[in-house]
């Protein structure tokens, strides 16, 4: 009964009418990618996620994928591979590709809007497609000329589809620790050794040949992350001519057991003694690693908003139907025998919080895919150089807080049902088994602190929230006599000071002492994911009364926006707060006396 209607009305407004991301792909030298095109084509990512994935979803988490351990294969839920088929049948496994390796090459941003109908409708089915473009993003960067001809052209076809072999049983996040080996071959190649888990699509029944891409180390390597290499190992054996040999020495173990999305294959991996071939430099994988990583991870972020657009649609369609209690101040539906959820204003405190965030949200990943165009197309090197420390600023932004935020409202919109988001048969609780794991994968919401704080903010001097701080002084001087935008610009104006001077105290006392940076990291990246979205809110009410919309639409985005700095914005405060207590009060206490 959980449904799912592509938000396309909102999705076009966010990149033609606030971002301008029509007007930017013309400068970016992207002719062919005409409103008309980008409108059809979007048209056509809602006809089919609607009407293709979605009616798949409740299917593959209530069927799963099946391993035989016998075989090693993977079968996967009835009715994902047809529709596999019919997605690379239509094309839209290479729409951001480059053309000379037979993709569409329409821009990076635009691809996000798809990806995020794409997870909304099927969140298990789309991680297929996720990993593959992941694979193509490491090898259009790092592969040469014939491993892009050989491994790059069927991934983008859709053929054959990719993988990241990263992680193994004792490493966690710590790659460092990583004990796979590859020995070199007379002939070129490499007998790449060891065990990794949590790959997710690492077998299935979609394609022939699957294309892993693995961390591993050579015999002379050197110890931690300075001596891991990367390797193009498939499952089918595959010549330097493309010629497809015999089974390669790889093999699914097993498959994991989880919490949620059921549909999405994770598997540990096996290789044997499998043939690969070296991708970029010997011991400089994680070069190539990070290319992959940082894409996945803005993909993840998607995850996150795909899932907090859907859960908000089906529970803003039960409270408008559910009767239940009457309004405080007297009777709505008085011919009814009570009125609908939608009067009370819990319910109205969640659905906005999911509005607000999704919504927000939105304009918040879809800013940061822009920058990976510019990255892409610009040939103004100055500009690519702002566009890379921006993009690395928001990145840990985007996943770590679009994650958390689908955590959070799941759980608003399984409320607004009671009891019955509870129980299976309306959706609900798939939807918050679903959203748990995207604070953990690709990173978890600790590392994406640790990587905004002091990675991307002390180690590169701010350079990053510099230009963010820059872009709200810019909005806010444009629109400071502008009487209806006083509401929005003067409180955006003066949070964005604080950033600012927080930043800098934090700096300070890490200075002291490194432990204030582990601190203070979480909830750093909450206090910018928070003044981030109040920006572009802001952007988005004076975008809506700029543009041609009806009042309605106007009404619901300022009103949207009143509550979001009402009652969103202020949470900056207690993490604020959190902040400036310092280090002391987590690190007090001995390790020993925990349980005492």
Request: contains cysteine.
């Amino acid at each position: 009964m959980n449904r799912y209607t592509a938000p396309v009305r909102d999705m076009k407004f966010a990149l033609y009418d606030v971002i301008e991301a029509d007007k930017l792909y013309a400068k970016l030298g992207a002719e062919h990618a005409t409103r008309d095109l980008l409108d059809a084509v979007m048209d056509e990512a809602a006809r089919f996620t609607q009407t293709v994935l979605a009616p798949l979803s409740s299917v593959g988490d209530e069927v799963g994928c099946v391993f035989d351990p016998a075989t090693g294969d993977v079968k996967t839920p009835p009715g994902f591979k047809e529709a596999y088929a019919q997605f690379v049948e239509g094309g839209w496994a290479g729409i951001t590709a480059p053309e000379a390796m037979g993709g569409q090459h329409l821009p990076e941003s635009f691809g996000a809007a798809l990806k995020e109908m794409i997870d909304a409708a099927n969140l298990s089915w789309g991680n297929y497609p996720l990993l593959s473009h992941g694979a193509t993003e490491a090898l259009k960067h790092h592969g040469e000329a014939w491993q892009q001809e050989v491994f790059l052209k069927p991934i983008i076809a859709g053929t054959w589809t990719g993988t990241m072999c990263l992680t193994e049983p004792h490493c966690g996040s710590d790659l460092g620790l990583l004990k796979t080996k590859a020995e070199p071959q007379a002939d070129g190649t490499y007998k790449v050794s060891g065990t990794k888990i949590f790959i997710t699509g690492g077998e299935h029944d979609f394609t022939d040949n699957i294309i892993h891409l693995v961390l591993a180390r050579l015999p002379d390597a050197p110890a931690g992350v300075k001596g891991i290499s990367l390797f193009i190992v498939p499952k089918m054996k595959v010549a330097r001519d493309g010629t497809v040999g015999e089974r390669n020495a790889v093999r699914c173990g097993s498959i994991e057991h989880k919490m949620g999305i059921h549909g999405s294959v994770t598997c540990v991996m096996n290789f044997d003694g499998a043939e690969g071939y070296l991708i970029g430099q010997p011991n400089k994988g994680l070069n190539a690693m990070f290319t992959m990583m940082n894409t996945a991870r803005l993909a993840v972020g998607l995850q996150g908003l795909a899932l907090i657009d859907r859960a908000y649609q089906n529970a803003l369609a039960y409270s408008r139907d559910r009767l239940q209690g009457r309004a405080l101040s007297g009777a709505k539906e008085p011919g009814k025998p009570a009125d609908p959820l939608i009067v009370h204003p819990d319910i109205r405190r969640m659905l906005l919080t999911c509005k607000s965030l999704a919504e927000g949200g939105r304009l918040l990943a879809l800013h940061a895919a822009t920058l990976v165009d510019v990255l892409e197309r610009s040939t103004d090197e100055t500009e690519r150089k702002e566009a890379d420390v921006l993009l690395g600023f928001l990145t840990p932004i985007v996943k770590g807080l679009l994650t958390e935020w689908g955590n959070e409202c799941t759980y608003h919109a399984l409320q607004c049902f009671g009891g019955h988001g509870y129980v299976r048969e309306w959706g609900m609780e798939q939807l918050a088994r679903d959203a748990r794991i995207t604070t953990i994968y690709e990173g978890t919401t600790g590392i994406q602190a640790l990587d905004l704080l002091g990675r991307k903010t002390m180690q590169l001097q701010g350079a990053g929230l510099q230009q963010f701080l820059k872009m709200i002084q810019a909005f806010c001087t444009q629109h400071a006599t502008d009487a209806t935008m006083t509401e929005f610009v003067l409180p955006l104006a003066e949070i964005a000071k604080q950033w600012g001077e927080l930043t800098m105290e934090v700096g300070k006392k890490a200075m002291a002492n490194a432990d204030e940076i582990g601190a203070a990291s979480v909830d750093y990246l909450f206090y910018s994911g928070y003044v981030a979205l109040a920006f572009w809110w802001a952007k988005a009410v004076a975008a809506a009364d700029a543009g041609s919309h009806g009042v309605d639409f106007k009404t619901a985005k300022r009103e949207t926006a009143r509550f979001y700095f009402a009652r969103i914005l202020p949470r900056t405060q207690t993490h604020a707060a959190a902040m400036r207590s310092g280090s002391g009060n987590l690190l007090a206490l001995d390790a020993a006396l925990f349980d005492s």
